[in-house]
């Protein structure tokens, strides 16, 4: 196993906390839910990308790499973490962003992009995100620069193990602390570094809990397709044998709505009851939609009264900001 081998630039604050998260358990009439705090890794206001950034950042530096490059939404929390650990690492950071609006307003992670300095480009549309990175990595190349492309969310087999790493993590906290945990929430989405990461390491760890992942965008046969693979090769490039099937990952996607950011009600109520209960900051892109999963399936019983379960927090909070007036509108309703 390469895991503990692997050159880390260390930039999250780790473990991150495992709370007991009671208010939100009794509003629910629900479950235990613990909540692990990866919103809290500490970076530019954190988030999971922090852990996978650790990784990367240590293989940019050591092939020598003067700039990252890296593409993601125009309110991306990835290139946000990612800006700021470039910085962290003396390096420059260039940003692709898609924006169906050619000058989207300076708000959220966005705002701290240009704070971070990171030097921002816009593409209309998702598909011309790699080609564009690659234009600029050309470009830098010819300046004498060496650029360092990291992939939409910095889900590579390298990001991935961060993930892994994390399930490591969560099973000690879980044991130190006697909790028997039946299901493990997190977002999947079509990037997947996360939900592939820790699906892999429980499995590492012999299963001690389902990873239950729900879709915030796309369906669930689209993100498979995409977590299942990079799972696979995250466990080949660790030197694990351990393999996922098909059925070993699974994903709700009842819970999307319209699209990819785009907040459905459910997501809104959700961020609301964590903010009103816990003090807890959700986001409406990732984390909002997913505790909305947990929270119908605390209602519909397919949780039951007596388990424990975790809800991954996995960052954002600096999107709401970008998405104020959908927010202020579900909390005047
Ligand atoms: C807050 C938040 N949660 C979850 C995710 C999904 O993580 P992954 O890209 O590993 O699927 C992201 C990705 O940007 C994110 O910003």
Redesign the pocket.
């Given at each position: 196993m390469r895991l503990p081998s692997l050159p880390r630039w260390p930039l999250a604050h780790l473990p991150t906390p495992l709370e007991d998260a009671r208010n939100l358990s009794a509003a629910l009439d629900g479950p235990r839910i613990l909540i692990k705090r990866?919103?809290l890794t500490g970076l530019a206001l954190g988030?999971?990308?922090t852990r996978?950034l650790e990784y990367l950042i240590a293989d940019a530096w050591e092939q020598g790499a003067t700039v990252i490059i890296t593409t993601?939404a125009a309110q991306?929390?990835?290139c946000r973490?990612a800006a700021a650990a470039a910085r962290v690492a003396g390096m420059r950071c260039v940003l692709v962003l898609s924006s169906a609006d050619a000058d989207p307003p300076a708000q959220g992670n966005l705002l701290l992009d240009y704070l971070l300095g990171a030097e921002v480009h816009f593409v209309r549309d998702r598909s011309e995100r790699q080609p564009e990175m690659e234009r600029i990595a050309e470009e830098l190349r010819r300046q004498g620069e060496r650029p360092y492309i990291i992939p939409?969310?910095?889900?590579t087999p390298l990001?991935?193990s961060a993930?892994v790493a994390a399930a490591f993590e969560l099973t000690q906290q879980l044991i130190a602390n006697s909790w028997d945990v039946s299901r493990v929430y997190?977002?999947?989405?079509?990037?997947?570094?996360?939900?592939?990461?820790l699906a892999l390491g429980a499995r590492l760890c012999g299963d001690p809990f389902q990873v239950v992942g729900i879709g915030?965008e796309a369906d669930a046969a689209a993100i498979r397709d995409v977590?299942l693979p990079l799972a696979n090769a995250t466990a080949e490039f660790l030197g694990v044998d351990a393999r996922l099937g098909p059925d070993d990952l699974r994903i709700d996607d009842r819970y999307v709505g319209p699209g990819y950011g785009i907040p459905t009600a459910e997501c809104l109520e959700a961020i609301k009851l964590a903010a009103q209960t816990e003090g807890l900051l959700l986001?409406p892109?990732?984390?909002g939609k997913?505790l909305a999963g947990m929270i119908d399936h605390i209602r519909n019983g397919e949780i039951g009264r007596e388990e424990t379960v975790v809800f991954i927090?996995?960052?954002?909070?600096p999107?709401l900001f970008a998405q104020a007036d959908a927010l202020m509108a579900s909390l005047k309703r």
């Amino acid at each position: 196993m390469r895991l503990p081998s692997l050159p880390r630039w260390p930039l999250a604050h780790l473990p991150t906390p495992l709370e007991d998260a009671r208010n939100l358990s009794a509003a629910l009439d629900g479950p235990r839910i613990l909540i692990k705090r990866d919103d809290l890794t500490g970076l530019a206001l954190g988030g999971n990308k922090t852990r996978k950034l650790e990784y990367l950042i240590a293989d940019a530096w050591e092939q020598g790499a003067t700039v990252i490059i890296t593409t993601g939404a125009a309110q991306s929390n990835h290139c946000r973490q990612a800006a700021a650990a470039a910085r962290v690492a003396g390096m420059r950071c260039v940003l692709v962003l898609s924006s169906a609006d050619a000058d989207p307003p300076a708000q959220g992670n966005l705002l701290l992009d240009y704070l971070l300095g990171a030097e921002v480009h816009f593409v209309r549309d998702r598909s011309e995100r790699q080609p564009e990175m690659e234009r600029i990595a050309e470009e830098l190349r010819r300046q004498g620069e060496r650029p360092y492309i990291i992939p939409t969310g910095g889900s590579t087999p390298l990001g991935a193990s961060a993930y892994v790493a994390a399930a490591f993590e969560l099973t000690q906290q879980l044991i130190a602390n006697s909790w028997d945990v039946s299901r493990v929430y997190v977002t999947s989405s079509t990037s997947g570094g996360t939900h592939a990461g820790l699906a892999l390491g429980a499995r590492l760890c012999g299963d001690p809990f389902q990873v239950v992942g729900i879709g915030i965008e796309a369906d669930a046969a689209a993100i498979r397709d995409v977590v299942l693979p990079l799972a696979n090769a995250t466990a080949e490039f660790l030197g694990v044998d351990a393999r996922l099937g098909p059925d070993d990952l699974r994903i709700d996607d009842r819970y999307v709505g319209p699209g990819y950011g785009i907040p459905t009600a459910e997501c809104l109520e959700a961020i609301k009851l964590a903010a009103q209960t816990e003090g807890l900051l959700l986001d409406p892109v990732y984390t909002g939609k997913t505790l909305a999963g947990m929270i119908d399936h605390i209602r519909n019983g397919e949780i039951g009264r007596e388990e424990t379960v975790v809800f991954i927090h996995t960052g954002g909070a600096p999107a709401l900001f970008a998405q104020a007036d959908a927010l202020m509108a579900s909390l005047k309703r």
